[in-house]
């Protein structure tokens, strides 16, 4: 069964960094892309950042410059340095990997105070 555990949540002020980390285990192979999704509460579950088997990598606008997504496909494992954090990157994030289908792990709250 695959799992995906992700770590590195918490509180932290507006300006201030994280940093995001996921790892997986009971995959048989390697994910074709691994990435990063976030919920605010009352909305919905938005996309963030994703990263390809071939090292590229992808950033919703509202992150880019800020975020950073790095992995290692052989580990199957990736991370999320988020810098220069706002009040509206609170939410809970959640790990994904996509293979065969598509893995999500049970998420970690980040909340950036003002």
């Known amino acids: 069964q695959v799992q995906l555990v992700e770590s590195g949540g918490g509180l932290v002020q507006a300006g201030g960094s994280l940093r995001l980390s996921c790892a997986a285990s009971g995959l048989l192979g390697r994910f074709n892309a691994m990435g990063w999704y976030r919920q605010a509460p009352g909305k919905q579950r938005e996309w963030v950042a994703s990263?390809?088997?071939?090292?590229?990598?992808n950033y919703a606008d509202s992150v880019k410059g800020r975020f950073a997504i790095s992995g290692d496909n052989a580990k199957s494992t990736v991370s999320l340095q988020m810098n220069s954090l706002k009040p509206e990157d609170t939410g809970i994030y959640y790990c994904t990997g996509v293979g065969a289908r598509q893995y999500w792990g049970q998420g970690t709250q980040v909340t950036v105070s003002s």
């Open positions: 990263i390809y088997s071939g090292s590229s990598t």
